[in-house]
């Protein structure tokens, strides 16, 4: 299974980007979608979550900014991101679940400046 992101870049605060993810591989049903982030010298935290439901959760800090949108059929992913802010800046990575194991997209860097 691999997991290809994409969308990443540089962009003022107050702007937007949309990063996609694409699953492919031996994928029989996806569970979980989503996407983590890493800050330079913090720990990998959750982004957002989907499951094949539809059902989310959001990190507060995105809350109410950030929108994850979901594709079964394609195994895709999206993740619209509004009204960003430096904190923002991050390296973010695609998840996916598949059969109780976890999968890593190789990081895709935003750059928010002030």
């Known amino acids: 299974v691999q997991l290809q992101a994409s969308g990443g870049g540089l962009v003022q605060a107050g702007g937007s980007l949309r990063l996609s993810c694409e699953a492919s591989g031996n994928i029989y049903r996806i569970n979980h979608m989503g996407w983590y982030r890493q800050a330079p010298g913090k720990q990998r935290e959750l982004v957002v979550v989907?499951?094949?439901?539809?059902?989310?959760n959001y990190a507060d800090s995105v809350k109410g900014r950030f929108t994850i949108s979901r594709d079964n059929a394609k195994n895709m992913v999206d993740l619209q991101m509004n009204s960003l802010k430096p904190e923002d800046t991050a390296v973010y990575y695609c998840?996916?679940?598949?059969?109780?194991?976890?999968?890593w997209g190789q990081g895709t860097k935003v750059t928010v400046s002030s």
């Open positions: 989907i499951t094949g439901g539809g059902d989310t």
């Open positions: 998840y996916a679940l598949i059969r109780m194991s976890q999968y």
